[in-house]
């Protein structure tokens, strides 16, 4: 079945540690994206790929980084400067512009 | 930078009502607009993708209309189900989405 898979569904580190959250398609889509969401907003952009070797900021990206060496993977890393890294994390991925966005699952980042 | 807001946060009806849910957004210039739905601790799933270019799409009890020039959108359930209970996101493509806070949905038995 073709889809998107975040790994893990929970994470849980101590303030300080830097941690990767990984997503990968199998979908042959170009573009991915990362959100944040937390309780009571919508899902803010962190990150987001439409082409392998290139990535663009959203509008939180302090505190993260990103990778695209591959079209499939996608992962994001949450440094220790992200002041209150704790949320629900989500990636996604689209063909293209014009066309739909699909969702991963999601990961929970508890950090204490 | 776009703006995307919902209204109501938060709605409880009825089951068989059908109701309407909104969505604004401040810069018309969009590629799309997708409505999606989220239950709790769970990703989001595509319910209707409309082009700039469309005025509505309809999938099922749902359907989806798009004023652009207005910056609205609407999206229509049909005859509401206990089964529609989720958080409703409506999200705005300007070469990357934008979404809103969404709005809860109850349905009652």
């Known amino acids: 079945d073709g889809g998107i898979t975040q790994s893990p569904k929970y994470l849980f580190r101590k303030e300080g540690q830097n941690v990767t959250l990984s997503c990968e398609q199998n979908l042959n889509h170009d573009a991915m994206y990362w959100y944040r969401q937390d309780p009571g907003q919508g899902l803010r952009l962190i990150y987001y790929?439409?082409?392998?070797?290139?990535?663009q900021k959203g509008d939180i990206a302090e505190g993260y980084s990103v990778s695209r060496e591959k079209k499939e993977s996608f992962p994001l890393t949450v440094t220790s400067a992200q002041k209150n890294p704790t949320a629900f994390y989500l990636c996604?991925?689209?063909?293209?512009?014009?066309?739909?966005?699909?969702f991963g699952n999601g990961t929970r980042l508890t950090v204490t | 930078k776009q703006e995307v807001t919902q209204i109501p946060a938060a709605l409880s009806v009825p089951e068989g009502e059908n109701l309407v849910l909104n969505c604004s957004f401040t810069?018309?210039?969009?590629?799309?607009l997708q409505w999606f739905r989220q239950d709790p601790g769970k990703g989001l799933t595509s319910l209707l993708l409309?082009?700039?270019?469309?005025r509505e799409q309809t999938s099922g009890r749902l359907n989806a209309s798009l004023d652009k020039s207005s910056g609205r959108s609407t999206l229509y359930i049909a005859a509401s189900q206990p089964g529609d209970s989720a958080t409703y996101l409506c999200?705005?493509?300007?070469?990357?989405?934008?979404f809103g806070a969404g709005t809860r949905l109850t349905v009652k038995p």
């Open positions: 810069d018309s210039a969009i590629y799309n």
């Open positions: 999200a705005v493509n300007n070469n990357d989405m934008r």
């Open positions: 996604a991925s689209s063909p293209g512009l014009n066309s739909p966005l699909h």
């Open positions: 409309i082009q700039s270019s469309q």
């Open positions: 790929s439409q082409i392998v070797n290139d990535f």
